[in-house]
């Protein structure tokens, strides 16, 4: 059956009855991050970074949601999320950060966007189309103080100062590249460069952090903050206790159960096998749906101690058996007691203390790029504040 969104309030997708999973979004839980992370950064205004569908979530949700509680400045990546973000925010002020793609200036006046200038070909492009249109939306200017992707250098933030001219940026911004090591000095040193680029644009309101940054002891609020991981549960605060709520839950269902003997193998290319008597549990996701291939669990890694998938079944946690496929997960659920587990059970993936970044360690990747993968396929749920 294909995806559709139903009549039912707060949910999208197929009916939970026909999803292989059901994935649902706290928007409640998302609203309070913001704010905790608003009460922390003030008197700092306090952003919201909305890319990437709201890190898997959903982009309008999310930010019909924030907008609601009062988050007024939106960062996406690309246009047409800016264009989605105006739709569910018509007042807010949306930044994109990918920048200015050429011939681009008009969809931005027209929507009253503003593009996060990254070069000096940009900020010509937009000074001209500012001088043709008169009354133009404002624009950030990046600069780079550490990165080496994206933003003008230093040197050429420099030489746009001694300009002067008609430009005046309405943000002046840097991303960090290290905010969660706090052992890492890189922070340090860009807060330092930012400071005297903040005196060769006097009186531009500055932005310099982001999730982990509004928790780091050297990293000023300014202005503006721009939190994204962490208001979706995200820990910013990797190997201390995570001070956000989960916003994110993801379970599946069972859609088979069987035994195996002794050295029977499990999956493509049979690479877990049995040890002793077991019950696999088959669930209706797999990679096509963003789950991590990567948390496949074979013999190699058990031999090796390396950390795989698990899933919590009947409130027991239950690891893997065998490779992620393109639509199933098996898992060994030899644990779970025979009257507690059942076909069309659900089991969980994320939540019940699989928390994000759990998760994406298991992977051998981060909560990031779990929550970004998230698919089509399921069946969503938002939860209003």
């Known amino acids: 059956m294909t995806d559709f969104e139903d009549d039912a309030p707060g949910r999208v997708g197929p009916p939970p009855e026909e999803a292989g999973a059901l994935l649902t979004v706290d928007l409640g839980a998302l609203v309070a991050n913001w704010r905790k992370l608003k009460a922390r950064a003030a008197p700092a205004e306090c ?9 898997g979530t959903g982009l ?53 966007l503003r593009p996060v200038l990254g070069s000096l070909e940009e900020v010509a492009e937009w000074r001209a189309f500012c001088g043709i249109a008169g009354d133009s939306p404002g624009a950030a200017l990046h600069v780079d103080t550490a990165m080496n992707r994206l933003g003008l250098s230093i040197e050429e933030a420099h030489e746009l100062a001694r300009e002067g001219g008609s430009f005046r940026p309405d943000l002046l911004m840097t991303h960090l590249a290290a905010a969660e090591d706090r052992a890492d000095d890189a922070t340090g040193r860009q807060v330092s ?22 928790f780091h002891p050297t990293v000023p609020g300014l202005d503006l903050v721009r939190p994204g991981y962490a208001l979706y549960g995200g820990n910013p605060l990797p190997g201390e206790p995570n001070p956000m709520q989960p916003v994110v839950t993801l379970r599946a269902r069972i859609i088979q159960l069987r035994k195996i003997g002794d050295g029977e193998r499990v999956g493509y290319n049979g690479q877990w096998t049995a040890r002793g008597p077991r019950r696999i549990a088959t669930i209706s996701t797999g990679y096509a749906d963003g789950y991590p291939r990567a948390a496949s669990l074979t013999d190699a890694k058990l031999q090796a101690g390396t950390p795989a998938g698990a899933a919590i079944v009947a409130g027991v946690r239950c690891p893997f058996a065998g490779r992620v496929s393109m639509d199933l997960i098996t898992l060994d659920v030899t644990d779970v007691p025979d009257h507690a587990i059942r076909r069309g059970d659900l089991v969980t993936l994320i939540g019940e203390g699989l928390d994000i970044d759990d998760v994406g360690a298991r992977a051998g990747t981060i909560g990031y790029e779990v929550l970004t993968g998230l698919g089509a396929r399921y069946a969503r749920e938002y939860l209003e504040p």
């Open 47 to 55: 952003g919201a970074v909305v890319k990437a569908d709201a890190y």
């Open 60 to 112: 309008k949700q999310a930010v019909e949601a924030l907008s609601a509680a009062g988050c007024r400045t939106f960062f996406v990546a690309h246009i047409g999320e800016a264009i989605a973000a105006r739709e569910a925010a018509p007042l807010a002020d949306i930044y994109v950060l990918n920048g200015l793609l050429p011939g681009t200036c008009g969809v931005f006046g027209g929507l009253n």
């Open 193 to 214: 460069a930012f400071a005297g680029l903040r005196e060769l644009f006097p009186g531009i309101p500055a932005s310099i952090a982001n999730s982990s940054g509004i």
